[in-house]
């Protein structure tokens, strides 16, 4: 084993010495130290040890893993440039040129079609209770569905919400049925990074509740959408998935426009990049919110506008857009 970790280092510090890309780095991270690396793996292994195995294996296991974040930090912060793209630093910035961000837009374009199909646009608390967050989703303690979203949990005893979808209880709360709100915001998990996984992303929410709401009144509105923002049909699929607080749950999928579907380090070669979480509101839901289960249903759907960004102006890497760099920004061709 101290062989294997050893060249892990060795092959680590190879890699690293080839990275000119902060985005290339932070790659290497998550395959080396990431949740599905082989260091992970070892770590893992530990607990199936004997207590002296752990003590004799455990101190040289995590001085590896702190040797390889050492190498990955002390590469990122000798990097010329965190954004590798060449500019001419002597451009005096004239505010008056300022441009939207890319997510700002694809927020707006997708607002404005849901106003004019009759939504109020709401917004919630970035700081969120396991209540709103969780529990009142159909989501209560140990359920494992709060494995699929890393919190980061506060100190005093709220959490960064992972969805907006702790709006749909709000929702229902201050406006009760019939209902028709839209809630962009900005969400966050404590996720490994790469080509499309941020660890703080906007998400907008939908609701509708009314009576007689079905599954076409939900593919409607999300064909709609698709259509102001790209202006042109796309190939979408839709696949089951599952969500505690929607039943039937649906995930809707974007053929990648990086590579046409055919495949690539974006997509991580299957071709499609998971857009939107969506299905019909779960009636312990709708109870959580004091809305009449019996008389209403409804339909919700969380969109990732980081992701729909992405896809609209042909982004191949997600980190991109957090990276705050607005010289690299200002390079999409954003009308
Ligand atoms: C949800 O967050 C559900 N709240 C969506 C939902 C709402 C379902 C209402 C049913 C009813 P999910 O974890 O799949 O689901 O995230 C939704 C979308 O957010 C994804 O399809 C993706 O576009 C985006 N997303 C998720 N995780 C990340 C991430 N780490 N980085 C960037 N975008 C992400």
Redesign the pocket.
């Given at each position: 084993m101290e062989k294997e970790l050893e060249n892990l280092l060795v092959s680590l510090k190879n890699e690293l010495d080839k990275c000119t890309k902060e985005f290339d780095v932070l790659n290497l991270k998550s395959k080396y130290l990431g949740k599905k690396s082989r260091l992970s793996e070892i770590l893992s292994e530990l607990k199936n040890m004997s207590v002296e195995d752990k003590r004799l294996y455990g101190s040289v296991i995590n001085n590896t893993k702190k040797q390889m974040e050492q190498e990955v930090n002390e590469k990122i912060e000798n990097l010329d440039s965190k954004v590798n793209i060449s500019f001419d630093d002597t451009i005096d910035y004239d505010v008056n040129n300022g441009s939207l961000h890319p997510v700002t837009i694809v927020a707006k374009e997708v607002t404005d079609c849901l106003k004019k199909m009759g939504f109020t646009v709401v917004s919630g608390p970035e700081m969120e209770s396991e209540y709103y967050n969780f529990e009142a989703l159909n989501v209560p303690k140990d359920h494992p569905a709060r494995d699929?979203?890393d919190t980061y949990y506060l100190d005093n005893g709220m959490l960064l919400r992972?969805?907006?979808?702790d709006n749909?209880i709000r929702g229902m709360e201050n406006y009760g049925a019939p209902l028709r709100i839209c809630a962009p915001g900005r969400?966050f998990?404590n996720?490994d990074l790469d080509a499309?996984?941020?660890?703080t992303?906007f998400?907008i929410?939908?609701?509708v509740i009314d009576k007689n709401i079905s599954i076409e009144n939900l593919m409607y509105v999300m064909q709609e959408l698709l259509k102001e923002v790209f202006h042109t049909n796309i190939k979408v699929r839709l696949r089951p998935?599952f969500?505690p607080?929607?039943e039937p749950?649906y995930?809707?999928d974007m053929s990648c426009v990086i590579c046409g579907g055919k495949g690539c380090p974006t997509c991580k070669n299957s071709g499609w990049?998971?857009?939107?979480?969506?299905?019909m509101?779960h009636p312990n839901v709708l109870r959580a919110g004091g809305i009449d289960s019996e008389q209403y249903t409804g339909f919700?759907?969380?969109?990732?506008l980081?992701?729909?960004a992405m896809m609209k102006y042909k982004i191949n890497d997600?980190r991109v857009l957090n990276s705050g760099d607005i010289r690299y920004l200002k390079n999409f061709d954003i009308k």
């Open positions: 699929m979203q992972t969805q907006t979808s749909q969400t998990r996720e499309n996984h941020e660890n992303f998400q929410e939908g609701m998935g969500f607080f929607t749950s995930e809707m990049i998971e857009l939107i979480g969506c299905g509101v919700a759907f969380g969109i990732g980081t992701r729909l997600i």
